[in-house]
């Protein structure tokens, strides 16, 4: 199987760009009514440019992002 068939299993949504790459979306429901959002983008060949998680409040407002790819940032609080 191929980097892009696996891709499309493993994450629910994406959006193809003007250059062939892909952004894969795939969500994640909490507990307490928030949810994380991990957010992969590739170039047209799959291979990873980006990879961070996106999480959110029950409101759906965004409150803190972790870049995870390709330098680990950790997690950053959005005030």
């Not at 499309?8 to 760009?17: A, G, L, S």
């Not at 994640?28 to 060949?45: N, R, T």
């Not at 790819?69 to 005030?79: A, L, M, Q």
């Amino acid at each position: 199987m191929g980097k892009r068939e696996q891709n499309e299993r493993k994450y629910e949504q994406w959006i193809t760009k003007d250059d062939g790459g892909r952004i894969y979306v795939y969500e994640v429901k909490g507990k307490s009514g928030w949810f994380a959002k991990y957010i992969k983008e590739v170039d047209s060949s799959e291979t990873t440019i980006s990879f961070r998680q996106e999480i959110l409040n029950d409101l759906g407002e965004l409150v803190e992002i972790h870049e995870k790819y390709p330098i680990d940032k950790g997690h950053k609080k959005i005030v």
